[in-house]
């Protein structure tokens, strides 16, 4: 059972700091697969600068600009500066890609994503409309990734370094707005 093992009223009446048991683990299970597959991936993830043809690809921070109109549409013009000079400091923004372009592992606002893409039928704005919102979600991400339900069970170094530099990322993004 995946994510849409869920009925509606559970989606609707779901509480992110309280899981049911059952979840805990089916969430855990999808982290882990996901994260393999990401670690396996290695260099074949999209880079920056001259392609192999010798077309020009995308900068760093024109590819986050991109992904920031996907998943903040709404995001006043102070969030949009924040997210990305955050994402500068950090080396990567909050949705997990490194500077290079590479997604480097599952972030906590790319689960968010997920959660609220499908309970709104693929629609989703992660940071809202004001800074206000912008920070609650940037605090309820944090706060996730600094509660963790598996608790580092059988992390990598690589793995570490990610979550470090994502909740970087978060810190910077935060004192930014």
């Known amino acids: 059972m995946g994510l849409g093992a869920l009925s509606q009223e559970q989606w ?3 509480n992110y700091k309280e899981k049911p048991k059952e979840y805990e683990r089916k969430d855990r299970d999808v982290q882990e697969t996901f994260a393999d597959a990401v ?8 880079g920056f600068g ?11 921070r024109e590819y986050r600009e991109q992904v920031l109109d996907q998943i903040a549409p709404n995001a006043p013009q102070k969030v949009r500066q924040a997210w990305l000079d955050a994402a500068d400091v ?14 480097s592992h599952i972030s906590q606002l790319m689960v968010r994503r997920l959660e609220k893409g499908y309970r709104n039928g693929g629609v989703c704005d992660l940071l809202g409309n004001s ?8 605090e ?3 706060y996730a990734l600094e509660h963790p339900l598996d608790a580092g069970r059988g992390r ?21 707005l």
């Open 39 to 46: 670690s396996k991936a290695g260099d074949l993830g999209p």
């Open 156 to 176: 990598t170094a690589e793995q570490i370094e990610n979550q470090m530099k994502e909740k970087l990322f978060y810190q910077e993004f935060l004192r930014r």
């Open 131 to 138: 800074v206000q919102s912008a920070i609650r979600a940037a």
């Open 12 to 14: 609707d009446n779901w």
């Open 90 to 103: 950090a080396g990567m923004d909050g949705m997990g890609i490194s500077g290079s372009g590479k997604l």
């Open 50 to 60: 001259i392609g192999a043809d010798g077309s020009t690809k995308k900068t760093a």
């Open 140 to 142: 309820e991400a944090l």
